[in-house]
């Protein structure tokens, strides 16, 4: 918890049979997935029952169990709304997050994919949803209702970098996939049909880890110019105040405009949404530098030990390789290929041996043994096994 467990797992949470004061986005919506009315507004919540996605997950297997005639219909419609939503052109990355098993005193024992699976999928959809509406309410552009719209915290990414788009579609092809898009870049639905093609293969991960790094980094703003990646003209964060100080900003300021209330100044709350990208950023940062450190120090007892690769990056000063039943990355540093004297093929994605011509290729398969695990710099070395 981002908190401490007294308020996210008691006071802020939806319990059974504890009445809790909460922020509502409340639908009435028809078999198709379509809005016929929405309301939002403050409400007292009596749960029923708290579903762990797992027990939630077994429910909609199994078709049978506790409130499975509510959560089967929920899944269905949330499956509708999923796929309106990438016909409409929002981007479908599903990137293997890696996870570790622990003992008491933090050693990783084991490495973990998390698996996203139907119970996420449909909390997904619906938070994505309200998310969307009450950014609607608020900031949507409307003669008759809405004329002026007020300030507000909007969630916002913008189009991809120009160039890194260009980088990505020359590696797809040189990869022998299809690329789509013409003179004016990608859209969100050519990389999609891009995911789609890769889905299952060795570098799925790396293209897709790859097409995100294309990607503007999503952030706060009161200036709203859309959501890229989702493909919505108006989208914020409302779903999670126990983890973001941007969805109380959100609910403050959403219960202001019901109340009546002017328009909120907006230079004041950029500032919050700046100071809210930061602080996200470094979180970001902070996660993928400890899941590295663990990656590390889980391989550290794995000295000599050879490894099923994937060739997943490539730089002057070697090749990076990833591990595929972990999903390790280490280099192969270019002084320890001594077989031949290489050099770095930035436009092709590869090393070249100038007397042999060997090539290494991004997302090649290769064999790695593990040389060097360095916990202080949180980097591995490997050097290529012979096969």
């Not at 919540?45 to 579903?51: A, C, E, P, V, Y």
């Not at 990389?191 to 790396?206: A, F, R, Y």
Request: glycine share 6%; with cysteine.
């Amino acid at each position: 918890p981002m908190l401490p467990e007294h308020l996210s797992n008691g006071i802020c949470s939806l319990r059974p049979d504890e009445e809790k004061l909460t922020f509502s986005a409340v639908f009435k919506m028809d078999d198709e997935a379509n809005l016929l009315d929405s309301w939002v507004g403050r409400t007292v919540i009596l749960s029923d029952k708290r579903f762990a996605y797992e027990e939630a997950q077994e429910i909609l297997e199994k078709k049978e169990g506790h409130l499975s005639e509510e959560l089967l219909t929920l899944d269905r419609i949330a499956k509708v709304l999923r796929k309106k939503r990438f016909e409409k052109g929002a981007m479908n990355f599903e990137r293997t997050e890696v996870k570790f098993d622990l003992d008491e005193k933090g050693k990783p024992l084991g490495v973990k994919f998390k698996e996203v699976k139907d119970s996420n999928q449909l909390i997904e959809e619906f938070m994505l949803l309200a998310n969307k509406v009450v950014a609607e309410l608020i900031g949507k552009k409307d003669v008759r209702s809405n004329p002026n719209p007020k300030t507000f915290v909007y969630r916002i990414h913008d189009k991809p970098d120009t160039d890194k788009l260009d980088a990505f579609r020359k590696l797809v092809k040189r990869l022998g996939y299809k690329t789509p898009g013409g003179h004016k870049g990608l859209s969100p639905k050519d990389i999609n049909d891009v995911l789609v093609q890769i889905k299952g293969k060795p570098e799925q991960n790396l293209l897709e880890t790859l097409a995100v790094r294309t990607m503007a980094k999503a952030e706060y703003s009161t200036f709203n110019i859309g959501h890229f990646g989702l493909s919505f003209a108006h989208y914020t964060h409302f779903t999670s105040p126990i983890r973001r100080y941007p969805d109380m900003m959100v609910h403050r300021l959403l219960q202001h405009y019901l109340d009546g209330g002017k328009s909120a100044e907006a230079e004041v709350f950029e500032e919050k949404c700046k100071h809210s990208s930061e602080r996200e950023q470094l979180a970001a940062n902070a996660e993928r530098a400890s899941i590295k450190f663990k990656q590390v120090e889980f391989m550290s007892d794995k000295v000599g030990q050879a490894f099923d690769g994937v060739i997943s990056g490539v730089a002057e000063w070697g090749i990076y390789v990833e591990i595929k039943e972990n999903k390790c990355e280490g280099l192969v540093p270019m002084r320890f290929l001594d077989d031949d004297f290489y050099q770095f093929d930035e436009e092709n994605y590869c090393i070249r041996g100038r007397r042999g011509g060997n090539v290494y290729t991004l997302g090649d398969e290769v064999k790695v043994q593990v040389a060097r695990a360095n916990l202080e710099r949180k980097q591995l070395d490997f050097v290529l096994a012979d096969t």
